[in-house]
């Protein structure tokens, strides 16, 4: 009997304040911009100096002042 009575109702909406959507709710505000630092201190360069490949002319061609013109 109990059965039958399900069926009969069929499916429905539940009505419980617990099951409803809850309402939208307001956005938190975009996070500040941290404040840029400027660094006083001057960068020393290295005592032994930078690093210098042998085979650095490889990767970049050299081209006359006439080609570099031209290029762009």
């Known amino acids: 009997?109990?059965?039958?009575?399900?069926?009969?109702?069929g499916c429905r909406t539940p009505k419980h304040s617990g099951c409803r959507i809850p309402p939208a709710t307001i956005c938190p505000?975009?996070?500040k911009k941290k404040p840029v630092v400027y660094s006083t201190k001057k960068k020393v360069p290295p005592k032994d100096g930078?690093?210098?490949p042998p085979d650095l002319e490889l990767i970049f061609r050299v081209l006359p002042i006439r080609e570099?013109?031209?290029k762009f």
């Open 29 to 31: 505000s975009a996070p």
């Open 50 to 52: 930078y690093f210098n």
């Open 68 to 70: 570099r013109e031209s």
């Open 1 to 9: 009997m109990v059965m039958k009575l399900d069926m009969e109702e």
